[in-house]
């Protein structure tokens, strides 16, 4: 699926302010999942995730709708990355661009964006009142602003769409469909990309795992219900995922595991800690440095979770697992991650020896002070009745 873009009044290409990337057969991957797994380093965008595509498309769209493009000042309300591929796209086009995230947002991420000289501002306790406060106070002083939401529009999606182009032209001849995509789920504007990319294609049939942490499973929580529902709140520590309540078009596109949009659509869950886990060995194996909304995809693939998800699988299968990215992360985080899930097995296996021995122990015989075993509770009965008797 190719966008075309007006040409500049210089008469060439505008520049797109995202990058295609690789898409990488991962043999230690492979190996601990038991079939071919390929990845597509969505990491390696200029802002260091997806989110550069449907960001950047976002801007191009705007710009070529407007009578003076010099006007504009784009606004994006964020948790985070695409808040900081918002900055990146406007520094790449020379657009201001003002990011509001919630006091959630981890100061290494608000540096983040700084650094792409985006006029940065912090407020409330979500991304709802982040996104309210930026379009009700800052957004009406300003007559040039154009709203840039994080993931729920169409320019949004057919900027992420283009993740689909490429894998159908990078995937091998002997292998030229994938067997399941893989990726993770925040409030939508990946997942909406990606079908829209897989109909173009005719793939209509191939599966996609969505793939949530706890606490942020607004998608997983929905088709439960049956029903289009919001999350109390955000739990998980996975703030990039951290939407209360996806797309419609997303739950239009899921409902039915996929079926009344003529789609195959299977909802995977982990924890916290299996999404860390997941960047620790994407960092062992891989080199590569992502945050927890990343790396529960690669757990899901890693750890048994899409063999459950997908039993039709099998050594010959392709999968591909998008490595969305995200730099919300730093090596300090992993390590200590890794230190407590070693903890925490070894606490295990300790706990495992004891009941174990506890189980081997022979249990010795009661005995009487005088070292005779004591009679039998019949014997003792009868004899108190016999006294009795006389």
């Given at each position: 699926m190719t966008i075309d873009y007006p040409s500049t009044q210089a008469g060439e290409e505008p520049q797109l302010p995202w990058c295609q990337t690789p898409l990488k057969h991962s043999k230690a991957l492979s190996k601990a999942a038991g079939y071919k797994v390929y990845m597509k380093l969505e990491n390696m965008q200029p802002s260091g995730s997806y989110k550069s595509r449907g960001m950047g498309n976002m801007y191009l769209r705007s710009l070529a709708q407007l009578p003076d493009p010099s006007r504009a000042r784009f606004y994006c309300s964020s948790g985070g990355n695409a808040g900081l591929a918002a900055a990146t796209a406007g520094k790449m086009l020379g657009c201001p661009t003002t990011v509001v995230v919630s006091r959630r947002t981890s100061e290494l991420m608000r540096n983040k964006i700084r650094d792409m000289d985006a006029d940065l501002h912090v407020f409330g306790d979500s991304l709802n009142e982040a996104d309210e406060h930026m379009r009700e106070v800052l957004m009406k002083s300003d007559p040039g602003a154009i709203y840039c939401p994080p993931f729920d529009h169409p320019y949004v999606w057919e900027g992420n769409s283009t993740i689909i182009t490429e894998i159908a032209q990078q995937l091998p001849a002997s292998h030229p469909v994938p067997d399941a995509i893989v990726f993770s789920v925040g409030g939508g504007g990946l997942f909406n990309g990606i079908v829209s990319g897989m109909k173009a294609y005719g793939w209509q049939d191939v599966p996609i795992i969505a793939v949530e942490t706890e606490g942020a499973h607004s998608l997983s929580a929905s088709l439960k219900a049956g029903d289009h529902v919001t999350?109390?709140?955000?739990?998980?520590?996975?703030?990039?995922?951290g939407a209360t309540r996806v797309s419609r078009q997303t739950w239009e596109y899921a409902r039915d595991g996929g079926r009344s949009a003529g789609l195959d659509v299977r909802s995977v869950v982990l924890t916290d800690d299996e999404a860390l886990m997941g960047c620790v060995r994407l960092a062992e194996d891989e080199r590569l440095l992502v945050e927890d909304a990343c790396g529960v995809?690669?757990?899901?693939?890693?750890?048994?979770?899409?063999?459950?998800?997908?039993?039709?699988?099998?050594?010959?299968?392709?999968?591909?697992v998008i490595v969305c990215g995200g730099l919300n992360v730093t090596m300090e985080m992993l390590l200590e991650a890794k230190a407590k899930?070693?903890?925490?097995?070894?606490?295990?296996?300790?706990?495992?020896?004891?009941?174990?021995?506890?189980?081997?122990?022979?249990?010795?015989?009661?005995?009487s002070p005088t070292g005779s075993s004591r009679p039998s509770l019949s014997s003792r009965w009868s004899w108190r009745w016999r006294r009795t008797s006389t």
């Open positions: 999350l109390p709140g955000i739990t998980s520590r996975a703030t990039s995922l995809s690669v757990a899901t693939v890693c750890d048994g979770a899409l063999r459950r998800a997908c039993p039709e699988l099998n050594e010959d299968s392709l999968v591909v899930h070693m903890c925490a097995a070894q606490s295990k296996l300790e706990l495992k020896k004891q009941q174990v021995a506890i189980k081997e122990t022979p249990v010795p015989a009661l005995e």
